[in-house]
């Protein structure tokens, strides 16, 4: 029943107001001066918070290459989940009454334009693990792109919605439903994004059985001369943090 509560919430039309407060152009200048935090929690789950919203994107059960991961019961003024697999589409964990997406289209919440992209979830054209949802959306001034479980090449058609993001959150773990290490560094050299947060790979949460990712050290070799940051699971961010010129890699520890 909970689940099917917050399901109701998301649009089915091209174009859904969603009812998140919006903000005066004096409080969305402070929050762009004030910045982006991002916080993560394991898998393909963070916290965006920044511009007088909170945005959950992938909440997961902990199962599997999650089983070692805190439940992200965090509070969230909106909700967008990728698939509704349990990985990545736990809404039913989310505290309080927050809105859901969860099916591709572009979307008006307050201020904030988000568009889901469709993505097949597979190599076999949705077949096996249907559609994944890619989201992007522009939050304290940062443009975002959160891939999810994306697991098929980015087509041309793709490219062009997705433009050139500030920070690229990417699978990068492999399995039969998100990038491999060699898919993940293709992709990035499509979308030239100015910093990488690689997301699904194998960590000492996973379970000693039934998690088939690999850690996130085999796309790091294969992104060598990128410069890579470690540690902390929460990133600040204003604009002018991002890189200018270089492309920098962010590996973030769960929270």
Not at 6 to 20: D, P, W
Not at 34 to 56: A, E, K, V
Not at 114 to 124: F, K, L, P, S, Y
Not at 204 to 223: I, N, T, Y
């Amino acid at each position: 029943m909970r689940r099917r509560q917050l399901i109701r919430y998301a649009g089915a039309g091209l174009v859904s107001a969603l009812g998140v407060r919006i903000t005066s152009g004096l409080e969305r200048a402070q929050a762009q001066t004030s910045g982006l935090s991002i916080r993560y929690l394991g898998h393909t789950c963070f916290l965006f918070t920044g511009g007088g919203i909170r945005i959950l994107v992938n909440p997961f059960r902990s199962l599997g290459c999650t089983a070692g991961y805190k439940p992200p019961k965090v509070t969230a003024d909106l909700v967008m989940i990728s698939s509704q697999l349990l990985d990545e589409g736990a809404v039913e964990i989310v505290p309080g009454n927050p809105r859901l997406l969860y099916e591709p289209g572009v979307y008006q919440v307050g201020n904030l334009r988000i568009e889901g992209i469709r993505m097949d979830h597979d190599r076999v054209g949705g077949r096996r693990f249907g559609v994944n949802v890619a989201w992007k959306w522009k939050q304290s001034g940062i443009d975002l792109l959160h891939l999810g479980g994306a697991a098929a090449p980015i087509s041309v058609e793709q490219k062009i919605l997705m433009g050139r993001p500030d920070v690229l959150l990417l699978p990068v773990g492999g399995g039969p439903k998100a990038y491999n290490p060699e898919e993940a560094r293709q992709a990035v050299e499509t979308l030239n994004p100015r910093l990488v947060i690689p997301t699904q790979y194998r960590t000492q949460a996973a379970a000693k059985e039934g998690c088939d990712l690999v850690g996130v050290d085999r796309f790091l070799s294969l992104m060598s001369g990128i410069p890579v940051r470690k540690g902390g699971n929460t990133l600040n961010l204003r604009q002018s943090d991002l890189p200018a010129k270089e492309m920098v890699i962010q590996v973030m520890n769960h929270a």
